[in-house]
Every structure is written in structure tokens, then in C-alpha cells.
């Protein structure tokens, strides 16, 4: 039995005790009720006095997250019972403070009244060109601020906007456009030779272009600059109102094979914004920089969510950028940042400057960062609180470190037993990670420090521990697993081995399937061995991710089916830069005379992945990619070179 439910049980045994004496006028019974309750705790207390210890230790820390998630939960009830959409509440915030700034990008600040008047024109525009509620439009642009007041334009519609990967081309880039079934895409001139490329491929959707920078005409493109000089700027009237229920977005995610899913947004999982608000205690004065890609949770739906859902000014840029992360946190009087793991290991493998301890931050949260450098960082930078959060565009599995535990991914508060928990670490076999179930047919809890998957249960009608899932319905039926705790019960899956420690803390150990995670984007190994095998003269590939000493993630690797070495590494090198992000982009290559397959003929690839690139433990050739263009022969003089971090790639 948990150690909180018997104290409790003990305690509600002596006030009924008690109570009996006092409504009796028994004070002798009374006495010996306190006596047989002491002797009765006596042993409790021996027998679990770490486990008491540690939930005293961190009780301040668990009634502080209990409060604020109470908040946060009030304000997503009120959400739910006003049937309040993003743009509603945004409207409000611009009814009562239009002239407060939404968005610093570069030398102009974007009130809320500025956003709202281009969300407008853009609602305008497209409610002339027919869109309807359930409609989809892509979006392809680099932040600005224009990038968020476009998809709220269309939320006031109830048009979902697909927010495309900005490194996405050819192939990955037509599948997201047609698997979210988009009427149109926007896109800017940045990207006009991406979509020029797959024009031919994607007949009958449209091709809205914006110019910032030039007014260059493109044929077979819709002017969209000339449309919204000529669109109104009023609120648009719409007969079929978006609901609290009704999808907002379309962000892509890798999953675990396979090219990018579609995960669905909707209006009530984009408002659960106020839970990691509360949670992070963000104050009214804040002002926040986020240079993470809005096409990304953390930074489409946090970052942005604050500015346009709790009035909190942020910041944008274009992309991160090293040598001004600092210096903007300065020129804009940033308080709280934002960032992922790979931002802050480039951050401190920067030279030291005197902008690095000159800022006003009080505040870094984001995802991924090294237990290895956390330390390093906060001294170096002189950061006041580092919070981490854990969770997906998807999931309902989302948990944060919110008091700079170093390493941890979240917590669970220890105060509430674990069976009250929404969310789980499961035990899973070590090879095929199902879960492992008992006799009874249920699935089995982790014990303390003992790795497994993380789930999160599911419960409908709950915006914070539903699954929304996504467009494809077989591939939102791969992540749910029934009969957890209960016959009945549901959770989703994340595909990550986690570990909790006594005290709650929580510590990411690995992402299992296929893919893996390299330069702060998720890389579906799936999709680079069909690229790889295009290129390569449909020759047998299979990709995998191996870790590089002093790297965040794993870098990803491929072997390569060549027993008469007849391939083209320029070629494949130059294909490879053409079809793919640089992040997916293979770093090793290992040329072999076979694969080995499953009976189900399935490439195997763990004693691949076990072997990494030690040219002193394989014995087939292998490569590194020098600078995006060439694949070298990795020798041992080069691979002492990669492994002491002297080779930068």
C-alpha cells in the first residue's frame, strides 16, 4: 500500500475516534484513541521514514506546482464553458489593450492592434476566395510576425493552417503539403525556388506568395501582397463560427518511422498554453525571446501562445543566431528566454564576451538540455532559474522542471500517491519495447530508478489528457494502448524511456524506434534510407543514430549496400544537400556487402548502431561528411580528430 494512503487512512481512523469521544463526552476514550493512533504510526514511521523524509523535502515544491496547476486548470475550465477559441481571446486582449506590443521583430514593435488588423486583411482575403471552417492552407515563412497574425487571420475563419518545416524540400515537402489535403499554400520570395521545384506535383492548390524584402512577379502565383492593400481591416463576419472543439492547426512531426505526421491542434489543446504560463510563473512585465521556429510547438504555441494568449511582449528572429542571442536579450530588455538543447551547447562553446552576464534574465525555458553542460551554462551565463520542459506537439504526456533541477526533464509531485497520476513510467521488454503486463493482463508501474516508457492516460473531453492525434487515424491507433491500469483504460505512447528518481524528478535515457533526434529536430530514418536509395541506385540503406562524444543526440549514420564499390559519393553528397535538411543529412556512411534482415525481412540495425564509426572496430570502409559537400574515408588519425570534438561538423 503507498505510504500517503495509509497515513491517511490512520489519520481519518483517528479523527473518527476522536470525533466519537468528543460527541460522547468520553475523554478517557479520547486519550486512548491518541495512544492506540501513536502506536500505530510508530511503526509507519520506521519502516518509511526516507519516504517521509523526501516528501517533506519537497513539499514546498509540489504545493507550489499544485497551485498554480489549479489556476491553470480554473482558466482552461472557464476556456472550455465560454466555448473560447485563440482568436477570441485574443480579441479580447486587443479590446482592452490594443496599443500594448504583441512583437518585437528588428527595429518595429507590433501592437496587438497591428496584428489583429493584419489577421484581418488576411481573414478578408481568403473568406472572398471562398475558404470556409475546415478548409486548409499551408504556411511556409521565417518568423515574423506576420507569420502568426496569417494563421490567426484564418482561425477567425475556422481555416486550419499546416505550418511547414522551413528545411523541407521535394518529396517531404509535397507529402506534408498533400497529406494535410491544403486548398492553397502561403510562402514568401525566400522559398519561391522550393515550391517552384514541386509546383508540377501539387496541381490544384494554390500559391499565395508574400514579398518582404522584393515585389518580384511569379507566374502562376496569387499576388497576396496587392490582395491585403486592398482587403478590409474589420473583423470578419462569419456565419460558421469556430468552437472551443475546432482544429486550429496542423503542426508536422516526424513520429517514430516514416515521413512527417500530421498532428491536429486544436483550439482547446493551443489555450493549454495558461498551464505552462502559470506553471513558469511569467509576470505581466516580462518580456520574452523566443528565436525558436514557429513552426515548432515550443515556439508556435508557447512562445507565440504567451505573446497573443497572456499579453506577454516577445521577441522574434528570423532564426537563432549565436552571436546575438545576448545582445538582443539586451537591446530588448528580455527577462525570460527560450531555447533547445543544441542553443545552448553553441552558446557556450562560444567565446566568452561581456554581453554574456550584461542581460536582464531571470528566466531560461525550453527543452533538451544537457545534463552535462547545465551547470556550466547557468554559472557561465549567469542564468537566475533554468525550467525544462518535456512533451510533444501531440502527446498529452507533458511534464516540466520547474526549479532548475539539473538533467531533469519534469517532475511529479510526491504528495499525491502515484496511482492518482495521469501520467506513467511503464516497464517495456529491452528489445521490442511493448509493455510488459502481469497476470491479471495489466501493465506493470517502473520502480524508482528503474527506466521505462512514459505514457500519459487518456481521458475525453479533458483538453490537458486527451489525444487529439492526427490526420492519419492508423497512425494515431499505433500510439494508444488499452487495459493499462484498469480494463478499459487508455494512454498514448511517447516513444521515450524515461527514469523517476525518489524525489519525483524525472530524467530523459532514450527514444526508441526509428527515429532520433540530431540538432534540435527529430530525423525519421525511414525517409533518409528512401532518399538515400533514389540517389543511390535503389541500393539497400539502412539509417540509424550513433552517438559522438560531447554532441547533443545522436548523429545520424547510414550503411550502404556497395559490394562492387560503384557509388558515387559526390553524387550522393550533392543529392543528399538537394533533397534533404541539413540536420537529416547522414554524417557517417558505412559501405557494406549486405545487410542483415529479419525474417520478416526487416533491416536490422542495432549491432550497426552498437559499432558506431570506430574504424578501429569495423572493418568496412567508412565516411564523414566535410562541410555539407564531400564524404571523406574516415581514418583513425580523422576519427581521434571527431571524437575529441577538434573536427567540427
Known amino acids: 500500500m503507498d505510504i500517503r494512503l495509509l497515513l491517511l487512512i490512520l489519520a481519518i481512523i483517528g479523527a473518527m475516534f476522536g470525533a466519537v469521544a468528543t460527541r460522547f463526552g468520553f475523554p478517557g476514550f479520547n486519550k486512548i484513541a491518541q495512544i492506540v493512533l501513536a502506536v500505530a504510526l510508530l511503526p509507519v514511521l520506521c519502516r518509511f521514514h526516507r519516504k517521509l523524509y523526501v516528501i517533506c523535502k519537497v513539499l514546498p515544491r509540489d504545493m507550489k506546482f499544485l497551485y498554480r496547476a489549479v489556476t491553470a486548470e480554473l482558466e482552461t475550465k472557464s476556456h472550455r464553458r465560454n466555448n473560447m477559441t485563440v482568436t477570441k481571446v485574443f480579441r479580447k486582449r486587443v479590446e482592452h489593450y490594443p496599443n500594448k506590443p504583441c512583437f518585437f521583430f528588428e527595429d518595429r514593435v507590433w501592437t496587438n492592434a497591428d496584428i489583429n488588423k493584419y489577421s484581418n486583411q488576411i481573414a478578408s482575403v481568403f473568406q472572398k476566395a471562398g475558404y470556409v471552417k475546415g478548409d486548409a492552407v499551408a504556411l511556409m515563412m521565417p518568423n515574423r510576425p506576420e507569420y502568426v497574425a496569417i494563421w490567426l487571420g484564418l482561425g477567425k475563419l475556422g481555416v486550419v493552417t499546416a505550418l511547414i518545416n522551413t528545411n523541407l524540400r521535394l518529396q517531404s515537402l509535397i507529402h506534408c503539403v498533400r497529406i494535410a489535403e491544403v486548398k492553397s499554400i502561403i510562402y514568401v520570395e525566400d522559398y519561391s525556388s522550393a515550391i517552384n521545384d514541386i509546383k508540377d506535383s501539387i496541381h490544384g492548390i494554390d500559391r499565395y506568395k508574400v514579398c518582404f524584402k522584393s515585389e518580384t512577379h511569379e507566374d502562376g502565383a496569387i499576388d497576396l501582397n496587392k490582395l491585403l492593400s486592398e482587403a478590409s481591416t474589420e473583423e470578419p463576419v462569419v456565419k460558421d463560427e469556430p468552437g472551443y472543439r475546432d482544429k486550429l492547426l496542423y503542426i508536422y512531426t516526424s513520429g517514430t518511422t516514416g515521413l512527417p505526421k500530421v498532428a491536429i491542434v486544436l483550439n482547446s489543446r493551443y489555450l493549454l498554453v495558461v498551464m505552462p504560463f502559470n506553471l513558469l510563473g511569467i509576470r505581466s512585465s516580462d518580456?520574452?525571446?523566443?528565436?525558436?521556429?514557429?513552426?515548432?510547438?515550443?515556439?508556435?504555441?508557447?512562445?507565440?501562445?504567451?505573446?497573443?494568449?497572456?499579453?506577454?511582449?516577445?521577441?522574434?528572429?528570423?532564426?537563432?543566431?549565436?552571436?546575438?542571442?545576448?545582445?538582443?536579450?539586451?537591446?530588448?530588455?528580455?527577462?525570460?528566454?527560450q531555447f533547445v538543447g543544441e542553443m545552448c551547447r553553441y552558446l557556450l562553446n562560444a567565446p566568452p564576451k561581456p554581453e554574456d552576464n550584461a542581460h536582464r534574465l531571470r528566466l531560461m525555458f525550453g527543452n533538451g538540455?544537457?545534463?552535462?553542460?547545465?551547470?556550466?551554462?547557468?554559472?557561465?551565463?549567469?542564468?537566475k532559474r533554468v525550467a525544462e520542459f518535456y512533451g510533444?506537439?501531440?502527446?498529452?504526456?507533458?511534464?516540466?522542471?520547474?526549479?532548475?533541477?539539473?538533467?531533469?526533464?519534469?517532475?511529479?509531485?510526491?504528495?499525491?500517491?502515484?496511482r492518482f497520476h495521469p501520467l506513467a513510467i511503464i516497464r517495456v521488454n529491452s528489445e521490442t519495447y511493448e509493455p510488459i503486463r502481469g497476470p491479471n493482463g495489466l501493465c506493470i508501474r517502473a520502480e524508482t530508478n528503474e527506466p521505462g516508457m512514459f505514457i500519459g492516460l487518456i481521458k475525453e473531453g479533458?483538453?490537458?489528457?486527451?489525444?487529439?492525434?492526427?490526420?492519419?487515424?492508423?497512425?494515431?491507433?499505433?500510439k494508444i494502448i488499452q487495459?493499462?491500469?484498469v480494463k478499459g483504460d487508455k494512454a498514448f505512447l511517447t516513444g521515450d524511456i524515461l527514469v523517476e528518481d525518489e524525489c519525483g524528478y524525472i530524467y530523459f535515457k532514450d527514444r526508441v524506434g526509428d527515429t532520433f533526434r540530431w540538432k534540435g529536430e527529430n530525423v525519421a530514418t525511414a525517409e533518409v534510407e528512401g532518399v538515400i536509395s533514389n540517389i543511390a541506385g535503389q541500393r539497400d540503406a539502412t539509417v540509424y543514430g550513433v552517438q559522438v562524444p560531447g554532441m547533443e543526440g545522436r548523429a545520424g549514420m547510414a550503411a550502404i549496400v556497395d559490394p562492387d564499390s560503384l557509388l558515387d559519393f559526390k553524387a550522393l553528397a550533392e543529392g543528399l544537400e538537394k533533397a534533404l535538411p541539413a540536420y537529416a543529412r547522414p554524417i557517417f556512411l558505412r559501405i557494406v556487402k549486405e545487410l542483415e534482415m529479419t525474417g520478416t525481412f526487416k533491416l536490422k540495425k542495432v549491432n550497426l548502431q552498437k559499432e558506431g564509426f570506430d574504424p578501429s572496430k569495423v572493418q568496412d570502409k567508412m565516411y564523414f561528411l566535410s562541410g555539407n559537400k564531400e564524404y571523406v574515408e574516415?581514418?583513425?588519425e580523422l576519427y581521434k580528430e571527431i571524437?575529441?570534438?577538434?573536427?567540427?561538423?
Not at 502527446?395 to 499525491?416: E, S, T, Y
Not at 479533458?462 to 499505433?478: T, V
Request: hydrophobic fraction near 40%; charged fraction near 20%.
Open 369 to 383: 538540455m544537457r545534463p552535462q553542460i547545465w551547470n556550466e551554462f547557468v554559472t557561465r551565463f549567469n542564468i
Open 462 to 478: 479533458n483538453a490537458l489528457r486527451e489525444f487529439n492525434g492526427y490526420l492519419d487515424k492508423e497512425a494515431s491507433k499505433k
Open 287 to 337: 518580456i520574452l525571446y523566443n528565436p525558436n521556429p514557429l513552426y515548432h510547438t515550443t515556439g508556435g504555441m508557447i512562445g507565440a501562445g504567451f505573446a497573443i494568449l497572456k499579453g506577454i511582449p516577445t521577441v522574434l528572429r528570423p532564426k537563432f543566431s549565436v552571436s546575438a542571442y545576448w545582445t538582443d536579450c539586451i537591446k530588448y530588455n528580455c527577462t525570460a528566454a
Open 392 to 418: 510533444s506537439s501531440e502527446g498529452n504526456a507533458n511534464i516540466a522542471n520547474l526549479d532548475g533541477k539539473a538533467g531533469a526533464v519534469g517532475f511529479v509531485p510526491l504528495i499525491i500517491p502515484r
Open 634 to 636: 574516415i581514418t583513425p
Open 643 to 649: 571524437i575529441s570534438g577538434t573536427r567540427k561538423f
Open 483 to 485: 487495459d493499462v491500469f
